[in-house]
């Protein structure tokens, strides 16, 4: 089993609904979860982080994290077609030596049809 | 332009060859992160330096290395190439030690074997 799970999709949906993307964890020690955003051929453009469990909004965007569950999501109100774009989930656990770079889910590639 | 420049931005090289990837973190940031992305594998964390110091290493191959200098830039070597080497190599910066709060990625240097 992988540490991240997540959909790679293609997630077709048409514009102004609402989008829901998903990713589960195995790792009981990720404290903090971000959600990464990356159009093609460019750098991934971090989006929301939250840290343990709990909702976080911002503008169109809502970050949840149910840690009971290892899941965690992010929903995009009101889209647009410039979200297309590939999601990918990342966590990490508190630092502590060892391996401490970002874990990331392979990511989810949204379509937003006009 | 998220201020982390990674140079160059595309490379095409031949199997056995030897490659280095360069990357300037953005302004104060002191963490240097690698990572590479495939299609199949998704990004992997290769390795991190804080401060010109290697802090913690990933899924990094032998006949891979990385340093990071006193400016803080970082430089990252791949010699020996192969043809499953082929990839997006991706640097990120932060101004942390750790990966706790996210990082910012640069445009990728695109890598292909042949």
């Known amino acids: 089993q992988k540490e991240v799970e997540q959909d790679p999709g293609p997630l077709s949906v048409p514009e102004g609904a609402i989008v829901s993307l998903n990713c589960t964890y195995s790792n009981s020690a990720f404290q903090y979860f971000m959600w990464y955003r990356q159009y093609s051929r460019k750098g991934p453009e971090l989006l929301m982080y939250t840290y343990s469990s709990g909702n976080k909004e911002d503008g169109r965007f809502t970050a949840q994290v149910d840690k009971s569950s290892k899941y965690i999501s992010l929903f995009i109100r009101d889209s647009q077609p410039s979200d297309s774009a590939t999601y990918l989930c990342?966590?990490?656990?508190?630092?502590?030596?060892?391996?401490?770079?970002?874990?990331f889910g392979k990511g989810t590639h949204l379509i937003i049809q006009p | 332009d998220s201020g982390v420049t990674q140079t160059p931005k595309h490379l095409i090289t031949a199997t056995g060859q030897r490659v280095t990837l360069r990357c300037s973190p953005r302004s104060g940031d002191l963490s240097v992160y690698w990572y590479q992305q495939s299609l199949d594998q998704g990004l992997q964390f290769l390795i991190q330096?804080?401060?010109?110091?290697?802090?913690a290493k990933g899924n990094i191959l032998e006949r891979f290395s990385a340093q990071q200098f006193p400016d803080l830039h970082s430089e990252l070597n791949l010699s020996s190439l192969e043809l499953g080497d082929s990839a997006l190599y991706f640097c990120?910066?932060?101004?942390?030690?750790?990966?706790?709060?996210?990082?910012?990625f640069g445009s990728g240097t695109r890598l292909t074997v042949v």
């Open positions: 330096y804080y401060n010109g110091e290697e802090r």
């Open positions: 990120a910066s932060s101004p942390r030690r750790g990966a706790s709060y996210g990082y910012t």
């Open positions: 990342a966590m990490s656990a508190p630092s502590g030596g060892g391996a401490d770079g970002l874990t």
